[in-house]
């Protein structure tokens, strides 16, 4: 059985004192949930702030993204062993917003998931299709190929000491979910291209993440293999972010 994963994806919100207030009601709200795991990825400047605060509530911190490259000139970058240096243990890997505003290729990705995993740094591999794509019948073509390069470039066991994130483009940020069914079938897609890659397929969690909500989290939760979800704007509010926690917890209970 495989543990849910609620991760969410602070992106670029926040100051000081809305890390700090989240980060409180956080560590009270997440008390009690000790069958699932909890990450929080706030911005990079944020990372030790909230690895402090989030000592001994079991929440584990991530970055929004890990450089390719080990140390060197590499301007604006951040290196996987900087983040394993500051307390992180996890790091988003191609996010359909660093795919589509700042052109990271499949090929750039993988370069950052094998970098992440020659420091020990969880991966969460983001894959998803636009809805050009999924109206022209290429979701699986496209989640394929973004899979299979970090197959090839990163290696089948690097893969496998991975999460994956399904979040198609199209529900990110919208208020558009998609439906539970929807998810499902890429989800089944992806944990079978996993399968085929690595026989470990079975254990990596595969999340969904695009407007996740508490009252569309159940349905979701519900699905055979929807592990968790990554979540964007209602992870900045305590309230939603600890009612789609709650609503993993019961999933898992059911
Ligand atoms: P959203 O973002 O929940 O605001 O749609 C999800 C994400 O981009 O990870």
Known sequence: MRRPLIAGNWKMHGSRATVHALMSALRDGVSGFDALDVLVLP???YIPD??????????ATGAQNVGDQEQGA???E???DMLVD???????VGHSERRALYHETDALVAAR???ARRHGITPVLCVGET??????GETEAVVGAQIDAVAEQAGKEALAAGVVAYEPVWAIGTG????PEQAQAVHAFIRARLAEHSGHATDVRVLYGGSVKPRSAGELFAMADIDGALVGGASLKADDFLGIIARADEARSA
């Open 74 to 76: 590499c301007t604006g």
């Open 86 to 92: 500051v307390g992180c243990t996890h790091a988003l």
């Open 43 to 45: 911005p990079a400047v």
């Open 113 to 115: 998931f094998a970098a």
């Open 176 to 179: 558009v979910t998609a439906t």
């Open 50 to 59: 909230v690895v402090r605060l989030a000592d001994g509530t079991g929440i």
């Open 78 to 80: 951040i290196a996987a």
């Open 131 to 136: 809805l050009e794509q999924r109206e022209r």
